[in-house]
């Protein structure tokens, strides 16, 4: 099983780092993904029998790693999808590289998503 590195984690919602290369849900390549390293995570913190319901608020694609958050209620993940689709949610991305870029092949665009 994959080592988790939580960020915060209350009673609504986990935040986590995701390594590169693990994919944010399953896919078909049938790879572990964070959904399932994280319900497994909180199966065993918590000692719970069954089922343990997380909501994916968001993806990082398999390449990239990164901060996540997670819901941890349906409550919390309607709230927070919510906030994504009316861009109240605030995503930033920072890449880091190796090298040069040429430049006329730059193309550094800096967005910002503000209530």
Excluded: C, W
Excluded at 40 to 53: F, R
Excluded at 85 to 99: A, S
Aim: hydrophobic share 35%; charged share 35%.
């Amino acid at each position: 099983m994959q080592k988790l590195k939580v960020i915060f984690e209350d009673n609504h919602i986990i935040v986590v780092e995701k390594p590169v290369n693990i994919p944010s849900q399953g896919d078909k390549t049938g790879d572990i993904d964070m959904l399932t390293i994280i319900k497994e995570y909180l199966k065993e913190k918590y000692n719970k029998p069954g089922n343990v319901y997380l909501g994916l608020v968001h993806r990082l694609d398999r390449p990239v790693g990164g901060v996540m958050v997670f819901a941890k209620t349906s409550k919390a993940a309607a709230r927070l999808s919510k906030e994504v689709r009316e861009k109240i949610f605030q995503k930033t991305y920072l890449v880091i590289v190796n090298g040069k870029m040429e430049k006329k092949k730059r193309n550094i665009r800096r967005l910002s998503i503000k209530k």
